[in-house]
């Protein structure tokens, strides 16, 4: 028989014959017998390797929202100074702003009146006598609207005449004469402060 014969005798035997069963040394059988080789996580062990956590798995753990440092902002207080005179209204700002103060400035009773409705001061410092309207009628309306009637005003005054009274019933807390030292009236402002934290 000629060796291409014998061939297909083989080739025809092989098919004929059922499928034999695999062995070790098949690739298949290789490659199931490593797989099992290798450790598998059991649940048990999952629940184990997260025991601060109450979810089975450490990827269903919900975080809590990071909220940031505390910060704690300390906001100065904002000072309103009203004066008819540029050079005291640039002494008292360069003053009070090198203390730590905010400060705002109005040249008259009616700037004073919007300014104290738009910035909210802490602390007003009202000059009494200024033309147009002067003072007393500026504290007055700032006392009748509800947005500015807690702020604290202090009277300013250069008229030894004018009597303490009339500063305090238009609705000033404190009445002062010029001229005062720059010192001198941030403590009036601090002693004010102090009153109105205390309301």
């Given at each position: 028989?000629?060796?291409?014969?014998?061939?297909?005798?083989?080739?025809?035997?092989?098919?004929?014959?059922?499928?034999?069963?695999?062995?070790?040394?098949?690739?298949?059988?290789?490659?199931?017998?490593?797989?099992?080789?290798?450790?598998?996580?059991?649940?048990?062990?999952?629940?184990?390797?997260?025991?601060?956590?109450?979810?089975?798995?450490?990827?269903?753990?919900?975080?809590?929202?990071?909220?940031?440092?505390?910060?704690?902002?300390?906001?100065?207080?904002?000072?309103?100074?009203?004066?008819?005179?540029?050079?005291?209204?640039?002494?008292?700002?360069?003053?009070?702003?090198?203390?730590?103060?905010?400060?705002?400035?109005?040249?008259?009773?009616?700037?004073?009146?919007?300014?104290?409705?738009?910035?909210?001061?802490?602390?007003?410092?009202?000059?009494?006598?200024?033309?147009?309207?002067?003072?007393?009628?500026?504290?007055?309306?700032?006392?009748?609207l509800k947005a500015t009637r807690d702020i604290p005003v202090i009277a300013l005054s250069a008229y030894g005449e004018i009597p303490p009274e009339w500063a305090l019933a238009a609705g000033c807390e404190t009445y002062l004469r010029k001229p005062i030292l720059p010192q001198d009236l941030s403590e009036h402002i601090e002693r004010a402060l102090v009153r109105?934290?205390?309301?």
């Open positions: 028989m000629r060796p291409s014969d014998q061939n297909r005798q083989k080739r025809r035997e092989r098919l004929a014959s059922p499928f034999a069963p695999p062995t070790l040394r098949s690739p298949f059988v290789g490659l199931m017998r490593i797989r099992d080789q290798v450790s598998r996580p059991v649940p048990e062990r999952v629940w184990e390797a997260d025991e601060r956590s109450r979810t089975p798995h450490p990827k269903h753990r919900t975080k809590a929202p990071w909220r940031g440092p505390e910060r704690r902002v300390i906001v100065p207080p904002a000072v309103l100074l009203v004066d008819d005179q540029p050079d005291q209204l640039d002494i008292y700002r360069q003053y009070l702003h090198f203390e730590g103060y905010r400060v705002a400035v109005a040249s008259g009773g009616r700037v004073a009146l919007d300014v104290a409705l738009a910035a909210r001061p802490d602390v007003i410092i009202m000059d009494l006598a200024m033309p147009g309207m002067d003072g007393f009628e500026a504290t007055r309306r700032i006392k009748e109105a934290s205390r309301r």
